[in-house]
């Protein structure tokens, strides 16, 4: 083995491979800031056919430099924009924008980069360690053991939720809901589907809800204030080097964290969608004081997500390459260009091939450490970003939503959704609904349900005596009871307050938002009444009705005053909010109003016009009328967004945007 | 200077829409219909995926091939149903859009699966690159299940798969409709990797699989005490042939068929599943374009440079099916209402039909 490794790192030493990594180093960078539609598996996709004729080293160098690199800088958007960077990434808004928007956005990019060379080089070691272990760790892990997982992973909904946990449950409850939208694989019902419209049979597109619930109001929060128009903007306080030292300060977060990553990486069916959420909620869970100071911009609540999702491309290779089980479209696709290249993952290639994995794992290191080096070479020019005025910053902003958002399933629908759950996120913003619990709900919804039926269709309910379900077991009860008693601890000095405040019957608008919510489970009740035993058991038993219940309990609390919302500082997981502090009410209704017509306004103009012309148009008008910019910077901002969908998208690679109904009507 | 503003802004709004809307391409009467022409192909996937990777592979024959060397670009609606209904009933039928679409599209159109707007006679079609399969049936070590008498024999049988009605979940529900299985089981809700896993860990007893599939990432399976007592032929009657170090004393699934019944299901199953993936494009497009594209992709299918490059990129051998074949295929299915309401309970999710 060790001869293998030694080979494998030779395997290095030719100019072409140096070049190869080079390139895709480059690649990941653009993907990582580029918008949703335009990440790995399409730049794979693209490149694999042209590749595989190359040196299979240098070949494999492009594939998992972009990819290390991609992961390694995916933390920009989140940070200077508050949109999510892509699957692993999007925990790390809750704590990087609000640090972006306070002036620390070199320090949060500082701390994520030296996370995520940490993370990756953690997870390159296991990779290169883990060989001999790697499938009896694996098989141990069945769908009753994933199922505890997963329940262990939602419990974190409890943290998340922090100073309003029946707020938090309800919007767990309302995700763990939209999880079940679609066929249910195990009895085909179509759950949900409304207007039996095909958009909703494969389930709902978390990538448009995250965008929306998270990106609008990052973006509202900017036209409100207009900063840098009406408000200066915050001035750029503390350097990389800062991030970096915290980062280093942290090294045992950053530790557990990777392993995390890796683990997540390793085990297949628990998503790379999952690593930084639970990463994240791990970290909420054990850093001191986290209760007060995670979702405000503590530092730790971006390198807990951001090392472990770089950590976790290390685990994530370890089964591909020693199993043959991709764990995405990416890895499937470098399985694809293995495979054509003449190697067959799996036992054949460790016996075969070792050199090329030890291979893999030196390149995976080496583009972890460049990667994190090109990341901090980028962040101080970056970082000036968020300085940007709300003229230019809006229009982009909004562009890389809607964009993100049709990438997803390519349907009008795309843009309804993004648009509602827009207004969605904005309320619950507003009335202390914390989002990152619906967030949750639904990422581990549809996994939730999957292993439980498997566990009882596969053994009965044999599968609750395996003594590795009962340890699981216990380990996720006791963390959640640590967790519900950490909390209780300090409820003595905030309910007498509460009680206090009572004073008869009241209506506050943040009760509208629950009766909403109200309303939506009732529907999911009525509708699936009618539905099979096992179709209907997690949607309604275990999600509708007690979210139904819930939403009463918290409309009573509403009402009698037992709990105030709103105008309070609540001290859940949320993203800071002061930056529109001082704002007259009306002329921020206003604002608010004016900002969803020309966000609804840009999602039709795709619509009739597609998006080639529509957001474009959005773009111009909005920095011309809105922001009042200077005509030529408007024209300039236009053609920006123009080349970069057309040129990009359609002439460069050849793929086309959906048509705006106006040309398909002619 | 209000007033030169506003004057600045209307011109910078007229240039910005005369820009957007581009210039317009004059054709000569006659040049081949696709000379200067851009063709759009829907493709049900995400960008990237192997079922891209196949994709772009024939695309990429297929301007090599037809007359006028058009541009040809990609578009993705990732679901079956809403792509072919939006190839049916939205996309102009002037021949410059086509689709790439799974073999579900027959049986969705001929039991009227939820949501779909279209039928059958809604496509006119081109063929694909794979005929899909031909099947195996794997079974896990540890049961003694080597033959077909021991599988019939067999009580309980749980098999691994991903949703009712995807393919392979209807193969596992032929085979145990035609061998009459005692009380077999179905886990559903795995990935295809997780499948593996789930075989290997004792979760599940059986999988179907498609043999070149088969080969590619579990033939280690054959030394570790795994079994395959049948397999099941494709369209084209190709079985264990089409892999060289596959078992080739295999009984086939159509040698099970003891009744007249068994036989019709089996026949109609095969007659709806012509192709793997198919071409297709709206019924109604100028007769020059059909022309032009039928001859293009039969060209494209027995180009040897694209078996090459086919295999290059995906490792799988092409096994195409012609439109032609497709379309005689479907005309010649079976349209005995008993047989078709038994088919329908097999690729649904309640109990199987009875098989005499």
Redesign the interface.
């Known amino acids: 083995m060790f001869d293998a490794a030694i080979q494998g790192l030779l395997n290095l030493g030719n100019f072409y491979v140096i070049l190869a990594m080079a390139a895709g180093i480059a690649i990941g960078t653009f993907t990582a800031v580029a918008p949703q ?1 335009l ?4 730049m ?2 693209l490149l ?2 042209v590749i ?1 004729r190359w040196d299979p080293i240098a070949a494999i160098a492009i594939l998992i430099a972009m990819d290390a690199v991609s992961s390694i800088c995916a933390a920009y958007l989140p940070i200077l924009f508050g949109i999510p960077g892509g699957a692993g990434s999007q925990a790390t808004i809750l704590d990087g924008y609000p640090m972006g928007r306070r002036g620390e956005a070199r320090r949060a990019l500082g701390a994520s980069f030296m996370a995520g060379m940490l993370g990756s080089l953690i997870g390159t070691f296991t990779l290169a360690l883990a060989v001999p272990v790697a499938k009896p760790l ?2 141990l892990l ?2 009753p053991e994933l199922f505890v997982v997963v329940l262990w992973g939602l419990t974190m909904v409890a943290l998340l939720a922090g100073r309003k946990p029946i707020r938090g449950l309800i919007a767990a409850a309302f995700g763990l809901l939209i999880s079940s939208i679609g ?1 249910q ?6 759950r949900y ?1 409304f207007f ?4 909703f ?2 389930g709902f597109p978390l990538s448009v809800v995250a965008l929306a619930l998270f990106g609008i109001p990052a973006a509202l929060d900017m036209a409100l204030t207009k900063i840098g128009v009406e408000q200066e903007p915050v001035p750029l306080l503390g350097k990389l080097w800062d991030g970096a030292k915290d980062c280093l300060r942290e090294w045992w977060l950053v530790v557990r964290c990777s392993f995390l990553g890796v683990w997540v990486g390793i085990v ?2 628990i998503g790379a969608q999952t690593v930084d959420w639970l990463a994240y909620g791990h970290a909420a869970q054990t850093c001191k004081g986290a209760k007060e100071t995670f979702g405000k911009g503590d530092v730790r609540g971006v390198i807990a997500p951001e090392s472990a999702n770089d950590a976790k491309d290390g685990g994530d290779l370890l089964t591909t390459l020693l199993l ?4 995405g ?2 890895t ?2 470098f399985i ?1 260009a293995l ?2 290249m003449g190697f ?1 993952p ?3 290639m460790v016996n075969k091939n070792l050199d090329v994995i030890f291979s893999v794992v030196w390149i995976l290191g080496l583009s972890g450490i460049v990667g994190s080096l090109v990341g901090f070479g980028l962040a101080n020019p970056l970082a000036k970003i968020a300085q940007v005025r709300y003229s230019i910053m809006v229009p982009v902003i909004l562009t890389f939503i809607l964009m993100g958002a049709l990438s997803a ?3 009008a629908l795309d843009l309804l959704m993004v648009v509602l759950f827009g207004g969605l996120g904005y309320f619950m913003k507003r009335f202390s609904y914390p989002r990152p619990p619906l967030i949750l709900g639904m990422l581990l919804g549809d996994l939730l349900e ?1 292993y439980l ?2 566990s009882t ?2 053994y009965g309910i044999k599968w609750l005596a395996r003594p590795s379900v009962i340890v699981l077991l216990v380990l996720t009860l006791g963390s959640l009871a640590w967790t519900l008693w950490s909390r209780r601890e300090k409820k003595s000095d905030v309910e007498p307050k509460a009680v206090a405040e009572k004073t008869g019957w009241r209506f506050e608008p943040a009760t509208l938002l629950t009766l909403l919510f109200l309303a939506v489970f009732v529907y999911a009740v009525l509708i699936g009444w009618e539905w099979t035993f096992v179709a209907k058991l997690m949607p309604l038993y275990v999600v509708a009705v007690p979210g139904l219940i819930l939403a009463l309990v918290q409309i009573y609390r509403d009402v009698t005053g037992s709990e105030s919302s709103g105008k309070e500082r609540t001290e859940q997981v949320e993203m800071e909010e002061s930056f529109r502090e001082g704002l007259d009410k009306r002329v921020a209704f206003r604002r608010t109003l004016g900002f969803f017509a020309w966000f609804a306004g840009a999602a039709v103009a795709i619509w009739l016009l597609g998006i ?2 529509g957001l ?2 959005f773009v ?1 008008l909005y920095s ?1 009328i809105e922001g009042r910019e200077k ?1 030529w910077l ?2 300039l901002l ?1 053609a920006g967004c ?1 080349a970069f969908l057309w040129g990009l998208f ?1 002439a460069f690679f ?5 048509s705006g109904f106006l040309f ?1 009507m002619m | 200077m209000k007033v030169i ?1 506003g004057f ?2 209307s011109l ?2 007229t ?2 829409f005369a ?3 581009g210039p317009g391409s004059a054709q000569a009467a006659d040049a081949p219909f696709y000379q200067g022409k851009t063709i ?1 192909v829907i493709a049900v996937d ?5 079922g ?2 196949r994709t ?2 024939v695309t990429q024959f297929l301007q090599k091939h037809l007359p006028g060397n058009p ?9 079956d ?2 792509a072919a ?1 939006t190839l049916a009933n ?3 039928r002037d021949g410059l859009t086509l689709g790439r679409v799974n073999s579900s599209v027959y049986a969705n159109a001929i039991f009227g699966a ?3 707007r279209y039928k059958l006679a809604d496509f006119s079609y081109f063929g694909g690159a794979e005929a899909g399969g031909p099947y195996l049936l794997i079974i896990r070590p540890g049961l003694g299940i080597d033959s077909v008498e021991k599988l019939k024999a067999y009580k309980g049988l ?1 098999f691994a798969n ?4 995807h393919t392979m979940y209807i193969l596992d529900r032929m085979m145990a409709f035609t061998l009459d299985l005692k009380e077999p ?6 990935n295809s ?2 499948i ?3 075989m ?2 004792g ?2 007893d059986a999988q179907s699989n498609s043999i070149p599939s088969f080969m ?2 579990t033939q ?1 399976w054959l030394k570790e005490g795994f079994s395959i007592p049948l397999i099941m032929k494709n369209i084209k009657g190709r079985g264990a042939d089409v892999a060289p170090g596959f078992p080739q004393d295999r009984p086939s699934l159509d040698q099970f068929t003891d009744t007249e019944f068994k036989k019709a299901v089996l026949r109609f199953h095969n007659s709806i599943r012509p192709s793997g993936t198919v071409f297709v494009a709206p019924k109604g497009i100028p007769e020059p374009a059909f022309k032009a594209l039928r001859e293009a992709f039969n060209k494209v299918w027995s180009d040897p440079q694209f078996a090459t490059e086919f295999n ?4 799988e051998e092409p096994d195409p099916v012609t439109g032609e074949e497709v379309e005689r295929v479907l005309e010649q299915a079976p349209k005995d209402p008993k047989v078709m309401e038994a088919y329908k309970q097999i690729i ?2 309640g109990p199987l039909p009875s098989s005499r």
């Not at chain 1, 694989?185 to 179509?190: C, R, S």
């Not at chain 1, 043959?324 to 764990?327: E, I, K, L, R, S």
């Not at chain 1, 050849?654 to 959906?658: G, L, S, T």
């Open positions: 539609g990440g790995t598996p399409v794979y996709a694999i056919p595989v694996i098989m069945g769908s066929m694989p195990q009895t085909g019902v179509m589907v039996d419209n095909p958009y049979m494969d297949p069916g043959g089980f991709p764990q479209v990416s499937a696709l694809a495979l054509a067959v799996g036992p054949d399933d390519r349907d999957k039926y498997i269709a596969s080639t012309i474009p148009l111009l011309l005509w408007a024209l236009a123009y359609e050849k793929v086309i945007w959906p398909l | 503003e600045r802004k910078v709004l240039g910005f820009l957007s809307i759009n995400q960008p990237g995926g192997t891209d990777l772009r592979v541009n040809i670009v990609m578009q993705y609606i990732p679901n149903i809403l209904n939205v996309v102009k939820e949501g779909s749980r991903r949703n009712v009605g089981k179905w886990i559903l809700g795995y990797q997780e593996r896993l789930a290997e860990r979760e599940a590619r990432g280690h290059r990129i995906t490792k649904g999710a």
